[in-house]
């Protein structure tokens, strides 16, 4: 699903593709709008709880601020990237593949950080959505609750189309 097409994508030498980050959710969450700030302290608590963050291994790009201060959404997460790009010995990277399955639900949240950004609507057969969900110990327990999040995640994908047209692709 979307791993296999960020690795293939990542195989680029110009492109990087990061691990899935559902942490950026929980930014965009504690972010103030519509200014687009995050409290660095709110940050770090988000970051330091987060498992997926964690493994990144990456250091925090938050470390040289104040925890009373408030910086760019977009500005932590490039900075992060940009850590893990160094770590991954990665130095002529022009994009990076962030491929989050619910980055979607979040897309118009994204243009607005990243105007840049383009996204593909990945469309997977339900019955292979189900197999992987209820594999993982976060995933549906049942075919019908898997049923239900593949589809409440297209109607994210296709409400992300409609709305933002010429910066999405459906695969």
Same mark, same amino acid.
């Given at each position: 699903? &979307? &791993? !296999? ?8 030498? @110009?492109? !990087?593709?990061?691990?899935?980050? @559902?942490?950026?959710?929980?930014? #965009?969450?504690?972010? @103030? $709008? ?15 709880? *987060?498992?997926? %963050?964690?493994? $990144?291994?990456?250091?925090? /790009? ?14 932590? #997460? ?5 850590? %893990?790009? @160094? ?10 593949? %962030?491929?989050? /399955? *619910?980055?979607?639900?979040? +897309?118009? &949240?994204?243009? $607005? ?19 992987? !969900?209820?594999?993982?110990?976060? +995933? ?9 999040? $593949?589809?409440?995640?297209? *109607? ?5 189309? *409609? ?9």
């Amino acid at each position: 699903g &979307t &791993t !296999l097409l960020a690795d293939l994508l990542g195989a680029h030498s @110009q492109i !990087l593709a990061v691990p899935e980050s @559902q942490f950026v959710t929980d930014l #965009i969450r504690v972010a @103030q $709008w519509p200014e687009g700030k995050v409290g660095v302290e709110k940050a770090r608590m988000v970051l330091e709880a *987060s498992k997926r %963050y964690r493994l $990144w291994g990456v250091g925090s /790009p938050l470390q040289h601020l104040s925890g009373s201060e408030s910086v760019l959404l977009s500005r932590v #997460i490039t900075d992060l990237v940009a850590g %893990y790009a @160094q770590l991954h010995d990665r130095h002529s990277i022009r994009w990076w593949v %962030y491929h989050t /399955p *619910s980055n979607l639900r979040h +897309g118009v &949240t994204l243009e $607005w950080l990243f105007e840049s950004a383009r996204f593909i609507h990945l469309v997977r057969d339900p019955r292979a959505v189900a197999a992987s !969900l209820m594999r993982v110990d976060w +995933g549906a327990n049942s075919a019908i609750s898997a049923a239900h999040y $593949w589809l409440e995640s297209v *109607s994210f994908g296709l409400a992300a189309e *409609s709305n933002m047209a010429a910066k999405v692709m459906r695969v």
